[in-house]
């Protein structure tokens, strides 16, 4: 039973344009929610987070938004850039289960020159 | 200050050895969680420890596999009699206290390969 889903294995994205990354959700009682960045042979890096009482939150190229209704929510990296090329994993986390941390399967984003 | 630091970085294991894999946390945090991840999967959560204790181990599979974080010295994740399906890469994070606007901090993973 996935309870966070990054549907997309892998998105390629031109240099320069916006890469849109997609998390879908099925447990309601998440409150809080992260996006990870990860390089091969290394460990994932925290990229951006947002608590489930906002609708977005932005920090320089990256910003996510979060749709509570459709339990979904979307990283967008603007304008994207070749170091930016990495698996993304969405995580999602709940206060009564000491913030444990669930994962996404991630998604491989490539960005072409 | 030095990030989380796992070592090793690859171990390779017969069937029906131990693995030992150790995990010194970023100073002054004093939460260790383990993480596997499987080839094409996401990270699953494993076990959380503070110094001492284990809070949750709800990922831990009930055999072969254990965890400690004793008062001195790094945690380690235990696992004996390795079979060909513990081959994945397993992280380990830290983080002084987990909550809103706490991030964990991941070390580089350790990859066991079993043989």
């Known amino acids: 039973d996935q309870q966070v889903k990054q549907n997309s294995p892998s998105l390629s994205v031109q240099e320069g344009r916006i890469s849109i990354l997609n998390c879908d959700y099925t447990n309601s009682m998440f409150d809080y929610f992260l996006w990870y960045k990860k390089y091969p042979a290394e460990g994932p890096t925290f990229l951006i987070s947002?608590?489930?009482i906002k609708d977005k939150n932005e920090d320089g190229r990256f910003t996510v938004f979060l749709n509570k209704s459709a339990k979904h929510l979307s990283l967008h990296i603007v304008p994207s850039q070749p170091g930016d090329s990495a698996v993304y994993f969405c995580?999602?986390?709940?206060?009564?289960?000491?913030?444990?941390?669930?994962w996404g399967a991630g998604t491989k984003l490539i960005i072409k020159p | 200050n030095a990030g989380v630091m796992q070592n090793p970085r690859h171990l390779v294991r017969r069937r029906g050895q131990e693995a030992r894999l150790r995990c010194s946390p970023m100073k002054g945090h004093s939460h260790v969680y383990w993480y596997r991840q499987l080839p094409e999967e996401g990270l699953k959560f494993m076990v959380y420890l503070q110094k001492e204790n284990i809070i949750d181990e709800s990922g831990m599979p009930k055999e072969r596999f254990s965890a400690e974080f004793p008062k001195e010295g790094p945690s380690i994740l235990r696992i004996q009699q390795v079979v060909r399906g513990d081959s994945a890469a397993y992280f380990c994070?830290?983080?002084?206290?987990?909550?809103?606007?706490?991030?964990?901090?991941f070390g580089q993973g350790t990859r066991l390969t079993v043989v």
């Open positions: 947002i608590s489930s």
């Open positions: 994070a830290s983080s002084p206290q987990l909550g809103e606007n706490t991030e964990a901090f």
């Open positions: 995580a999602a986390s709940r206060m009564d289960s000491n913030y444990q941390l669930i």
